[in-house]
């Protein structure tokens, strides 16, 4: 089973900064098959990235994903009020099972 | 579009047995896999198993074998999952999730509080 560890747990930064989120998996992902998602308290989440690069449907374009092999990354260009939120890291590439990482939550400085 | 409706929440006590329901539609229901996603309060995402609405067949999570069981009906756009000998570890949001690997679609997700 793979393992996907985030980092860090917790960002505290303010709206317009750049937001840096790690996931980090124990072995290499199969043809970058991992994704991203968003969660807001009380709601679904809602994914953002597919593929480690590929914007779903609707995601504006200041969510970018990059990565390859164990070590990937959600980059946030400039931080909206509503991007406060937690996000997940999901590996799809060697399944099952499909495995989670255990999160990173944003939240406003 | 598409939309994936949950039952509604459930109280059970230790031992019992849950069936979660998830109704799906504006899409053909037999093409895509569904997925079962757990989270126990302020805890992260779990995956608990998938089944392939065309023939039924299943996968599941080591974690939830015998267990667990998957289930659809395919005249209702139904898919149900049934989580036995319910331990109050189990108090979680249950949600479905379309998809092949990647989670498209969610349902809104079903409180299942265990408490004696």
């Not at chain 1, 960002?11 to 992902?29: D, F, H, K, N």
């Not at chain 2, 895509?32 to 995956?47: D, F, I, K, S, T």
Request: with cysteine; net charge positive; proline share 5%.
């Amino acid at each position: 089973e793979i393992v996907l560890t985030q980092s860090p747990g917790t960002l505290s930064l303010s709206p317009g900064e750049r937001a840096t989120l790690s996931c980090r998996a124990t072995q290499s992902i199969s043809s970058n098959y991992l994704a991203w998602y968003q969660q807001k308290p009380g709601q679904a989440p809602r994914v953002l990235i597919f593929a480690a690069s590929t914007r779903a449907t609707a995601i504006p374009d200041r969510f970018s994903g990059s990565g390859s092999g164990t070590d990937f990354t959600l980059t946030i260009s400039r931080l909206e009020p509503e991007d406060f939120a937690v996000y997940y890291c999901q590996q799809y590439g060697t399944s099952p099972p499909l495995t989670f990482g255990g999160g990173t939550k944003v939240e406003i400085k | 579009q598409v939309q994936l409706v949950q039952s509604g929440a459930e109280v059970k006590k230790p031992g019992a047995s849950a069936k979660v329901s998830c109704k799906a539609s504006g899409y053909t229901f037999t093409s895509y896999y569904m997925h079962w996603v757990r989270q126990a309060p302020g805890q992260g995402l779990e995956w608990m198993g998938k089944i392939n609405p065309s023939d039924g067949s299943t996968s599941y999570a080591e974690k939830f074998q015998g267990r667990v069981t998957m289930t659809r009906d395919t005249s209702t756009s139904t898919v149900y999952m049934e989580l036995s000998s319910l331990r109050s570890d189990d108090t979680a949001v249950y949600y479905c999730a379309r998809g092949g690997g990647w989670l498209q679609f969610w349902g809104q997700g079903t409180l299942v509080i265990v408490s004696s």
